[in-house]
């Protein structure tokens, strides 16, 4: 069966080094000292489980993210959920940018701080790169070198709690800036949205083997017509897309962090032959897989 690339942690590859951390709970990451931290991941896809909110001071940077290209530039944050595939590609030479890395329980713990819903379904996969002012790059810097200097202190023993209250801040401004009232007030008592997080659920358990909608109707007791209009309700994309978007990052996932060959994949994702694969592949991407 394939790898359980949701428990590998990317974060603890060797050569990262964060700013300052609470273990399992939040990292920092900054190149302010002129040292790139994500040197170890640059040109690997990794599969996130944190949440990273990461902040563009100068120049900027270029990733591949859910299989499609990103450029994030100064004064520009760039958000990604749990279940991302993100790959580091390069950065200019004047690059600064300054990152939180966010464990799913604190991310959990923050959103119930600010008395909002955090359901994991509904954001995982997703993305989201936003302007900014210069002055609120500013103003969040200070909150990051605020965080890190107590980090930095072993004694403090409420590190977490102070860290948390910062985070906060920064994270009601991500949602009022980046995120309308359709993203953060889906009602969990809906029906129509439970059966949304249980397809995403589903997808995350089910993608390596399972590729058909009929396959994922049958599971949630309901027909394919009505699943894929679900998902075009909450997410503006149908069943099989997602489908084939979740194939497609397994895929890369396992090509870029396992290292493994054309005919491996698509015996760990259930394909008749690894000519069978490079064509849903190709259908999928417009292009063929890398050798």
């Given at each position: 069966?394939?790898?359980?690339?949701?428990?590998?942690?990317?974060?603890?590859?060797?050569?990262?080094?964060?700013?300052?951390?609470l273990?399992?709970?939040?990292?920092?990451?900054?190149?302010i000292?002129?040292?790139?931290?994500?040197?170890?991941?640059?040109?690997?896809?990794?599969?996130?489980?944190?949440?990273?909110?990461y902040?563009?001071?100068?120049?900027?940077?270029?990733?591949?993210?859910?299989?499609?290209?990103?450029?994030?530039?100064?004064?520009?944050?760039?958000i990604?959920?749990?279940?991302?595939?993100?790959?580091?590609?390069?950065?200019?030479?004047?690059?600064?940018?300054?990152c939180?890395?966010?464990?799913?329980?604190?991310?959990?713990?923050?959103?119930?701080?600010?008395?909002?819903?955090?359901?994991?379904?509904?954001?995982?996969?997703?993305?989201?790169?936003?302007?900014?002012?210069?002055?609120?790059?500013?103003?969040?810097?200070?909150?990051?070198?605020?965080?890190?200097?107590?980090?930095?202190?072993?004694?403090?023993?409420?590190?977490?709690?102070?860290?948390?209250?910062?985070?906060?801040?920064?994270?009601?401004?991500?949602?009022?800036?980046?995120?309308?009232?359709?993203?953060?007030?889906?009602?969990?008592?809906?029906?129509?949205?439970?059966?949304?997080?249980?397809?995403?659920?589903?997808?995350?358990?089910?993608?390596?083997?399972?590729?058909?909608?009929?396959?994922?109707?049958?599971?949630?007791?309901?027909?394919?017509?009505?699943?894929?209009?679900?998902?075009?309700?909450?997410?503006?994309?149908?069943?099989?897309?997602?489908?084939?978007?979740?194939?497609?990052?397994?895929?890369?996932?396992?090509?870029?962090?396992?290292?493994?060959?054309?005919?491996?994949?698509s015996?760990?994702?259930?394909?008749?032959?690894?000519?069978?694969?490079?064509?849903?592949?190709?259908?999928?991407?417009?292009?063929?897989?890398?050798?």
């Amino acid at each position: 069966m394939i790898t359980d690339l949701h428990k590998i942690d990317a974060f603890k590859a060797n050569g990262m080094f964060p700013s300052a951390q609470l273990p399992n709970e939040i990292l920092l990451f900054d190149n302010i000292d002129g040292r790139n931290p994500f040197l170890p991941l640059v040109a690997r896809a990794n599969k996130l489980w944190q949440t990273t909110i990461y902040f563009q001071l100068e120049g900027e940077a270029s990733l591949r993210i859910n299989n499609k290209d990103v450029i994030v530039r100064k004064n520009q944050l760039l958000i990604t959920h749990e279940e991302c595939i993100v790959e580091f590609i390069n950065a200019t030479d004047d690059s600064k940018f300054y990152c939180y890395v966010i464990y799913p329980d604190t991310m959990q713990d923050i959103f119930t701080d600010i008395h909002l819903n955090y359901n994991k379904s509904r954001f995982s996969y997703s993305y989201k790169v936003g302007d900014m002012s210069k002055e609120n790059v500013e103003y969040f810097l200070d909150i990051y070198e605020e965080i890190k200097r107590d980090m930095q202190m072993p004694e403090y023993q409420y590190q977490l709690n102070y860290s948390r209250y910062f985070l906060n801040i920064v994270y009601v401004y991500i949602i009022n800036k980046f995120y309308s009232d359709a993203d953060m007030q889906a009602d969990p008592s809906s029906r129509q949205y439970d059966m949304f997080c249980k397809f995403m659920d589903a997808l995350n358990k089910h993608a390596d083997s399972e590729r058909s909608v009929q396959f994922y109707a049958n599971l949630l007791g309901i027909t394919s017509k009505y699943l894929s209009f679900v998902c075009l309700q909450y997410s503006k994309r149908n069943a099989s897309s997602w489908i084939d978007e979740y194939v497609v990052a397994k895929a890369r996932a396992l090509q870029n962090v396992h290292h493994y060959n054309i005919k491996r994949i698509s015996q760990e994702l259930n394909f008749i032959s690894p000519s069978s694969f490079t064509r849903f592949f190709k259908r999928v991407t417009g292009a063929p897989p890398t050798k």
